[in-house]
């Protein structure tokens, strides 16, 4: 059976790594876009992050131009939100949401949330400590708005690693 942990992402850096290192912790998978009128809710995701991290939330952002929204290039778009939002999660190299090209880890996504094609950038999904989809959020859904969630997805124990 696959899990999120089958999966590898390729850091903006190009350190390539599979999800596995994030086993017991709860994710927050981000497809996110620069010149989107949704980009401030990075500034959400950044303070939550912030809040959180230390408690085991992991915050992942992967650029998309899918709908013709980022950068030109995996810098820019690194840099870009870097500067005008301060993020400092994880950011990958850009990857394909939709179409024949998608990102295994977004096949997976789709499926597992039992929704289909991603919409718009920000399509946010919520990860457990157990590697099972909590919640997939709509791109207007900001971060702050599922905090709740978030917290409770963090007070479960983590699963000991077999």
Known sequence: MTSIYDFS???????TFN?????????????TASKCGLA?????????????QQQGLVVIGLPSN???????SDEAASEYCQVHYG?????????????TTTD??????KEESGHGRIKWNYTKF???????????????TTPESFTDEIVAALATQAIPEV
């Open 87 to 99: 993020v400092t999660f994880l950011m990958t190299k850009r990857v394909a949401v939709n179409g």
């Open 9 to 15: 992402i390729t850091s903006m850096e190009g350190e």
């Open 126 to 140: 919520l990860i457990g400590r157990d590697g099972q989809v909590i919640h997939r959020y709509a791109p207007t």
């Open 40 to 52: 401030p809710q990075l500034k959400e995701l950044e303070a939550l992050h912030q809040k959180y």
């Open 66 to 72: 899918q709908f013709r929204q980022e950068l030109a």
């Open 104 to 109: 295994p880890l977004f096949t997976y996504l």
């Open 19 to 31: 999800l596995a290192r994030y086993r017991g912790k709860v994710l927050l998978i981000v497809n």
